[in-house]
């Protein structure tokens, strides 16, 4: 810029003011904003879910107590599944159902999962009971935690458990990973990269 450039430059912005430094506020009303639409967004999308998870005894495949339940998505290799089925995977996450009404159980089941997969938790126990005198008929909390957990996305695969976890009572559930562990997992995977 050459100095008559730079003097005209001046003369025209000689009555501009600097605007307040207000950008800390914006940030700050985004950050609040943005949590309250996620929260909204996460509450409707557990409304649609529990929508689609029935609370109609007669609507869904009942289970007798003692019978040994599994369920396997496709992809679900046949190795990962079999150690699956033994308990083989550790679980540090329990979600206990047996002493609830179908309403709550059904509830926290899907927002324990969610929260599961949250926590970066792959592997979960749902405790269900075998419920031999429930009515209208035997294992009615089996029959719709069975039922329920086919129909949720996030559940990749289940059966049920070795003894020393609660058997026939009880599934070993595996969770599909969530998206921020499949971030780290592509990261930590990725061909081509140096780490020293």
């Given amino acids: 810029m050459g100095d008559d450039e730079m003097s005209l430059f001046l003369e025209e912005m000689a009555g501009v003011q600097p605007l307040k430094n207000n950008t800390t506020a914006t940030i700050n009303e985004k950050a609040v904003s943005t949590q309250a639409q996620d929260a909204r967004r996460k509450q409707l999308q557990m409304s649609e879910q529990l929508a689609l998870l029935t609370l109609d005894p007669h609507l869904i495949t009942a289970s ?3 019978a040994i339940v599994e369920f396997k998505r496709d992809g679900v290799q046949e190795a990962v599944f079999h150690r699956l089925r033994l308990g083989g995977y550790p679980s ?6 047996h002493m609830l009404k179908p309403q709550q159980a059904r509830e926290v089941l899907y927002q324990q999962i969610i929260l599961a997969r949250e926590r970066g938790e792959r592997n979960i126990i749902v405790i269900h009971g075998k419920g031999a005198k429930t009515k209208p008929y035997p294992a009615l909390m089996k029959s719709f935690a069975i039922n329920w957990l086919e129909q949720i996305d996030e559940v990749l695969a289940f059966h ?24 780290e997992t592509k990261e930590t995977n990725h061909k081509g990269v140096n780490v020293r």
Avoid: C, N, T, W
């Fill in 64 to 66: 007798e107590p003692d």
């Fill in 92 to 97: 540090k996450f329990e979600i206990d159902l």
């Fill in 160 to 183: 049920s458990a070795q003894l020393r976890h609660g058997g026939a009572g009880a599934l070993y559930v595996m969770l599909a990973k969530s998206e921020q562990k499949r971030i």
